[in-house]
């Protein structure tokens, strides 16, 4: 299966293939993540309509253990993330994006070693 993923949307030098798909889908993570904690703020029951892509995006990441204490640092992280989208702003929400694979990038090596 070839995804075709326009590779031109992130920043200015050249990724792989592979971190422009983790690129995707954390920024569709942020995006989705933003949008239910919107609704949830103004009182929907959201607990049936989030979609995870954490499983994917820490798989292709790299990591290996995914202990319990990874998955609430993840979550916080993810809504913290979130917070930040500027859902009129694209450029603004792809920074946030990279933002994001770098705390992932740190919170690797430092898991790692």
């Given at each position: 299966?070839k995804?075709?993923?326009?590779?031109?949307i992130?920043?200015q030098?050249?990724l792989s293939?592979h971190?422009?798909?983790i690129?995707?889908l954390?920024?569709n993570?942020l995006l989705?993540?933003r949008?239910?904690?919107?609704?949830?703020?103004?009182?929907?029951?959201t607990?049936?309509?989030?979609?995870?892509?954490?499983?994917a995006i820490?798989s292709?990441m790299?990591?290996?253990?995914?202990t319990?204490a990874?998955?609430?640092?993840?979550?916080?992280?993810?809504?913290?993330?979130?917070?930040?989208v500027?859902?009129?702003d694209?450029a603004?929400?792809?920074?946030?994006s990279f933002?994001?694979?770098?705390?992932?990038?740190?919170?690797?090596?430092?898991e790692?070693?």
């Amino acid at each position: 299966m070839k995804i075709d993923l326009d590779t031109q949307i992130f920043p200015q030098f050249k990724l792989s293939t592979h971190q422009d798909l983790i690129l995707y889908l954390i920024k569709n993570e942020l995006l989705g993540t933003r949008f239910i904690n919107q609704l949830a703020s103004v009182g929907f029951d959201t607990s049936f309509f989030s979609v995870e892509l954490g499983m994917a995006i820490l798989s292709l990441m790299g990591f290996k253990n995914r202990t319990d204490a990874l998955w609430e640092w993840y979550h916080g992280t993810v809504d913290a993330y979130a917070a930040k989208v500027c859902l009129e702003d694209h450029a603004a929400t792809r920074a946030v994006s990279f933002d994001f694979y770098i705390a992932l990038r740190i919170k690797l090596h430092t898991e790692q070693g």
